[in-house]
């Protein structure tokens, strides 16, 4: 079983970066395929992003490509959200996420995810 905390939200301004961190205890995360959601009030949770247990393959939503990096420290057992270029439609909590199988995380509302962290809030104003 692994735990995850996540940290690194935080109130920036559109066309800000933030760096959202996701440190993991119990289990290392190069066990998992791992990832990102985030909701907003008065929305369905969605996907983000995801990297597979090598990190080899990467996957993100529509909505982030070109603007949100996910990595992985395997010597810090943490997972990062790199988040350039932000919008005030960015504004949500994000979750970081992890489970056996890279297709439960990216595919629906993260519904069948077996692990997750308590969130962290990003707002962005505009």
């Known amino acids: 079983q692994v735990q995850l905390v996540e940290s690194g939200g935080g109130l920036v301004q559109a066309g800000d970066s933030l760096r959202l961190s996701c440190a993991a205890a119990g289990r290392t995360l190069s066990s998992y395929a791992t990832g990102w959601f985030r909701q907003s009030p008065g929305k369905e949770r969605e996907f983000v992003a995801a990297i597979n247990w090598s990190g080899g393959i990467r996957r993100y939503a529509d909505s982030v490509k070109g603007r949100f990096t996910i990595s992985r420290d395997d010597a810090k057992n943490t997972m990062y959200l790199q988040m350039n270029s932000l919008k005030a439609e960015d504004t949500a909590i994000y979750y970081c996420?992890?489970?056996?199988?890279?297709?439960?995380?990216?595919?629906?509302?993260?519904?069948?995810?077996?692990?997750w962290g308590q969130g962290t809030q990003v707002t962005v104003s505009s």
């Open positions: 996420v992890a489970d056996n199988n890279m297709a439960t995380i990216r595919g629906g509302s993260g519904g069948r995810v077996d692990y």
